[in-house]
């Protein structure tokens, strides 16, 4: 978002208003793009162990409070979200029901009382431009044509429902600073654009719509989904921006294909900063692993192995005859699954902490009962990958 904010204006003065406005749609895309399954990647060569992993013991677990903050903090975001909803629904209804009762015009639009704001492309589902009383006496009537082209592109282009999007969003985000910043940036890029629109069909009336965009009256009421001529948006900026030479069809064009360019890639590299995750090339040997599972201080209640997979051996490793240790520290949820899995020692270090850390993700356990409940809590695991110096080919350099 803060990119959009930065890159906009140069993107307005360089290119064109459309193509600042159409840079907006990487911040959706990009955050779509890392809901996509990560990058796969062949770290080393694997080899799956065949010894086995033993012995299982009943495990004692502490009762955990992590669970319990992350609780209150996703009550507090359901809170903040609720509230934010509920303003900007307050806002929205407020604004419409200042509008009074519409009256159809001749033309496809509506018309409502004097308010603030208007005229304005009001709702989403059956967005509907509506027009000030007095509509036709205080403007003239290339002025009157003019803001209705200008809201019909708006509701061309479905700016109203980007902008229930963008509601939305900030329901979601309401403790993100930035968004508040954005939004306004957004809605900024959004009247450029429509401006220059008008302006690539109506190019001799740069004069009547500047004034009368001097005319309307600057909304002191908010319309969270609509679009109007707000008071936050520049309005000096808009009329000066009426001066600049018209594009060409072959600008237009190149604008276009180079914001959709840009737009793919800002998507694929944030697809591509994901983690990788490592695929395993598979090869039978006859390494061991073993794996204990320890108390982790004093016991509430005792936890059974359910599940218990072994780690991958990394082929690296068993080529060069090297066996190790990593000792795991996992917090078990009250379901019995991994919540939390960190490598508090690992010798050799970094080699078989990842292998290690991926299998434990799969380890499942009976919770430990408390009053008749499950409880969450730590355990803590050693895992120790040792090799058949029997069979091994460079057994002389095994432990």
Not at 112 to 126: E, F, K, N, Q, S
Not at 158 to 185: E, T
Not at 371 to 379: L, Q
Request: with cysteine; proline share 8%; glycine share 8%.
């Amino acid at each position: 978002m803060r990119w959009c904010c930065c890159c906009a204006p140069p993107a307005r003065r360089h290119l064109s208003a459309g193509a600042a406005y159409g840079l907006w749609a990487m911040v959706p895309l990009a955050a779509l793009a890392v809901l996509l399954p990560s990058p796969r990647t062949v770290v080393v060569a694997e080899a799956v162990a065949s010894g086995h992993i033993g012995p299982l013991l009943a495990v004692p677990v502490l009762p955990f409070s992590g669970l319990a903050r992350v609780d209150v903090l996703i009550d507090l975001w359901l809170i903040g979200a609720l509230c934010c909803a509920l303003w900007l629904c307050w806002q929205q209804r407020r604004f419409v029901r200042a509008l009074g009762p519409l009256r159809a015009l001749g033309n496809g639009c509506w018309q409502g009382t004097d308010v603030p704001g208007l005229p304005a492309l009001v709702g989403v589902l059956r967005p509907r431009i509506v027009l000030p009383a007095g509509f036709h006496a205080h403007y003239s009537v290339e002025e009157q044509a003019l803001i209705v082209l200008h809201e019909r592109i708006h509701l061309r282009r479905g700016d109203a429902w980007i902008n229930a999007a963008v509601a939305l969003w900030r329901c979601l985000f309401w403790f993100n600073p930035l968004f508040a910043l954005a939004q306004r940036c957004l809605r900024a890029d959004q009247e450029f654009s429509c401006d220059e629109a008008v302006i690539a069909q109506r190019g001799d009336a740069r004069r009547s719509y500047a004034s009368a965009m001097l005319k309307t009256s600057l909304a002191l009421s908010p319309l969270p989904v609509g679009c109007h001529w707000q008071d936050t948006h520049p309005l000096k900026e808009r009329i000066v921006m009426l001066k600049r030479p018209q594009q060409t069809p072959l600008q237009r064009h190149l604008a276009g294909v180079g914001v959709t360019a840009a737009v793919l890639l800002v998507s694929t590299l944030a697809w591509a900063a994901q983690p990788p995750q490592p695929v395993a090339a598979p090869v039978q040997n006859n390494g061991r692993i073993t794996a204990e599972v320890d108390a982790l201080g004093t016991a509430t209640g005792d936890v059974q192995v359910r599940a218990m997979s072994a780690p991958v051996y990394p082929g690296e490793a068993y080529a060069r005859g090297q066996s190790g240790k990593v000792m795991l520290e996992i917090e078990v949820g009250m379901d019995g699954k991994p919540t939390a899995v960190k490598v508090v020692e690992s010798s050799p270090a970094g080699v078989f902490d990842a292998n290690t850390v991926a299998a434990a993700w799969k380890w499942q356990f009976n919770p430990a009962m408390e009053n008749g409940k499950p409880v969450a809590g730590k355990v803590r695991v050693p895992v120790w990958f040792d090799l058949d110096d029997t069979t091994h080919p460079d057994s002389a350099g095994g432990s």
